[in-house]
Nanobody
Framework: QVQLVESGGGLVQSGGSLRLSCSAS????????VKWFRQALGNERELVAEVSTAGMINYADSVRGRFAISRDNAKNTVWLQMNNLKPEDTAVYYC?????????????WGQGTQVTVSS
């Protein structure tokens, strides 16, 4: 069982920055594919950014150029640096991780952290 703990959310003005952290309790962290999702009130959960075990990175079009995802396997942590925040970035942000073990893919979600961007 892997526990994901997010932190770093909060209230920020438009144009400001926040850095979210996702820490995982596992010795297999380097084998985790890690993604950040967000869900705004009334909307479906959407993928924001992802980083593979090999360090491949992908972003949603809406955040590309403003957000940066990174990972440090030695610290069991993935970060999401969010710059030039906009009111439409307001959402609960979730860390998600998956790992394939003996042919089965195990999936884990964090509890979420609220990001609110005021105009």
């Amino acid at each position: 069982q892997v526990q994901l703990v997010e932190s770093g959310g909060g209230l920020v003005q438009s144009g400001g920055s926040l850095r979210l952290s996702c820490s995982a309790s596992t010795s297999l962290f380097r084998d985790l594919e890690v993604k950040w999702f967000r869900q705004a009130l009334g909307n479906e959960r959407e993928l924001v950014a992802e980083v593979s075990t090999a360090g491949m990175i992908n972003y949603a079009d809406s955040v590309r150029g403003r957000f940066a995802i990174s990972r440090d396997n030695a610290k069991n942590t993935v970060w999401l640096q969010m710059n030039n925040l906009k009111p439409e970035d307001t959402a609960v942000y979730y860390c998600f991780a998956e790992i394939t073990v003996v042919g089965s893919t195990l999936k884990y979600w964090g509890q979420g952290t609220q990001v609110t961007v005021s105009s």
